[in-house]
């Protein structure tokens, strides 16, 4: 029962090259979810999709894409990566968003730590 | 104001102790409410959802109060397992509002 999966665990990149963060869930939830948690800061809410085909932005968009692939995977990728995007990233799916019919939980994945030098 | 708000500790208790934490949130139409629990370095866990008439999962209690906007979680009999970061969630439109949390730190 693999619940939420993410690759890679760590990650070290340079100022400017990008990557893609993989994230991929198998409960058959409909939304998914990309956070990022630095220090003192909480859990902040970079993009969310409600269901496959749709995005939207969250509380810190900027320097990020997503992608609902399908319904099972939802990637996160930075164009341009920046030290102020060092940080560590969650991503976590939930069988619906907050305040809608079914809306529950959410399940998060291992994290991805990111540096950026 | 954040939307959430808790008090960051760290909270130091004995084994066995009994300790509270409590959470206020700023959105009066939020529905939903949860503890979670986070280990160092490790991913967000469900500890529990908080229901208006409040719910008891062993030795954990949590409580909400919609009039003073804030949730609670005691933790009874503590144990040395239980140290961990504890987060507040509320619900707000379409999304998940975390705290930053609060740091318990049981000791032997």
């Known amino acids: 029962n693999a619940g939420v999966t993410q690759t890679p665990k760590f990650q070290v990149l340079k100022t400017g090259q990008s990557m893609t963060l993989q994230c991929a869930q198998d409960m058959n939830h409909n939304s998914m979810y990309w956070y990022r948690q630095d220090p003192g800061m909480g859990l902040r809410l970079i993009y969310y999709?409600?269901?496959?085909?749709?995005?939207d932005k969250g509380e810190v968009p900027n320097g990020y894409n997503v992608s609902r692939l399908n319904k099972r995977e939802f990637s996160l990728r930075l164009e341009s990566a920046a030290p102020s995007q060092t940080s560590v990233y969650f991503c976590?799916?939930?069988?619906?968003?907050?305040?809608?019919?079914?809306?529950?939980?959410?399940?998060f994945g291992p994290g991805t730590r990111l540096t950026v030098l | 104001r954040k939307e959430v708000e808790q008090d960051p500790g760290p909270f130091n208790v004995p084994e066995g102790a009994t300790v509270a934490f409590n959470c206020t949130y700023s959105n009066s139409a939020s529905q939903s409410f949860f503890w979670y629990r986070q280990d160092c370095r490790k991913e967000p866990k469900l500890l529990m959802s908080v229901y208006s008439s409040g719910n008891e999962d062993g030795r954990f209690t949590a409580q909400l109060n919609r009039a003073s906007q804030y949730i609670s979680l005691l933790i009874r009999d503590s144990k040395l397992s239980d140290s961990a970061t504890y987060l507040c969630?509320?619900?707000?439109?379409?999304?998940?509002?975390f705290g930053t949390g609060t740091r318990l730190k049981v000791l032997a």
């Open positions: 969630v509320a619900s707000g439109t379409y999304k998940y509002i």
């Open positions: 999709s409600a269901s496959e085909g749709t995005t």
């Open positions: 976590a799916s939930s069988e619906a968003l907050a305040g809608l019919p079914g809306a529950d939980t959410q399940y």
